[in-house]
């Protein structure tokens, strides 16, 4: 072994991980694991060495490990993570605690159940609704770098539900449409190609939807893919006012 290697697994990190079966459990519980400290493990290597070495009962999820499929979110030391992004580095020596994301019920252990979110992207119709049908044999729906801008940074977002764990108002009003969801409405409203703002509208101007939030920005901070759900949620506030403003006072050009 390198010398170099020899010193980076010398030591250990404890991590505190969420178990629970709830088919089995009454309770939740937290169970001690020591593991390999090294400065190029992420917290998500942690838990593969608790599967692979430790324990092979624990269960997560994840699948590209870079940053991309958006499926190892969990709260690490109570703030929702990528954890394939969660350096160990950045917690040693401190003990490091990992949870299933908040307000989202738990399947088992580190496995949440995520079909209320999947619930509402069809909600809010998160999927081009063309403008105009036309043959393929016309060629592609093209668009200007220019438009492409315009919605580009909303059509990041990896569903990995970090903002949702992050919400204070998702805490308290579970049935709030929520960050990502309204997101990824604003990035087809904005898409030069789309024509399915007013059918979005019906659940992104509902009782459960944009009014809802109370801009704590929250959901922004935490999001690994600079997505800024915060953002499109005022944006589709400013948007909705407009209408409505021209809706009264000119209701003769309203569409
Ligand atoms: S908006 Fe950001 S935090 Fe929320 S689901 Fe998309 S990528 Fe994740
Ligand atoms: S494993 Fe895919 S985003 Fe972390």
Redesign the pocket.
């Known amino acids: 072994m390198a010398a170099s290697e020899s010193s980076q697994t010398r030591s250990t990190i404890s991590l505190e991980v969420f178990r629970y079966r709830p088919d089995q459990e009454d309770e939740p519980t937290l169970q001690h694991y020591a593991v390999p400290y090294r400065t190029d493990w992420v917290v998500l290597d942690a838990l593969n060495y608790i599967k692979d070495q430790l324990d092979g009962t624990l269960s997560y999820r994840w699948s590209c490990r870079m940053g991309v499929c958006?499926s190892c979110?969990m709260m690490v030391n109570g703030e929702?993570k990528l954890t394939c992004a969660a350096f160990l580095r950045d917690y040693y020596p401190n003990p490091i605690r990992v949870e299933p994301l908040s307000y989202f019920p738990v399947i088992r252990d580190l496995v949440i159940n995520m079909d209320d979110f999947v619930r509402k992207l069809g909600e809010v119709k998160a999927w081009l609704i063309p403008k105009e049908e036309k043959p393929v044999s016309e060629g592609e729906y093209l668009q200007t770098p220019a438009e492409l801008a315009h919605y580009k940074q909303f059509s990041?977002?990896?569903?990995?539900?970090?903002?949702?764990s992050a919400c204070p108002v998702v805490g308290h009003d579970p049935d709030f449409i929520g960050?990502?969801a309204i997101?990824?409405a604003q990035r087809y409203n904005l898409d030069s190609r789309d024509g399915g703002a007013d059918e979005r509208g019906e659940a992104i101007f509902s009782h459960e939807g944009i009014w809802k939030c109370t801009f704590v920005g929250d959901?922004t901070r935490?999001?690994?893919?600079n997505?800024d759900?915060a953002g499109a949620i005022q944006q589709a506030k400013v948007a909705a006012t407009e209408d409505w403003f021209r809706s009264v006072l000119v209701p003769w050009g309203k569409k």
Do not use: E, R, T
């Open positions: 958006g979110g929702p990041m977002c990896i569903n990995c539900m970090l903002c949702y960050p990502a997101a990824l959901c935490v999001c690994p893919k997505v759900p």
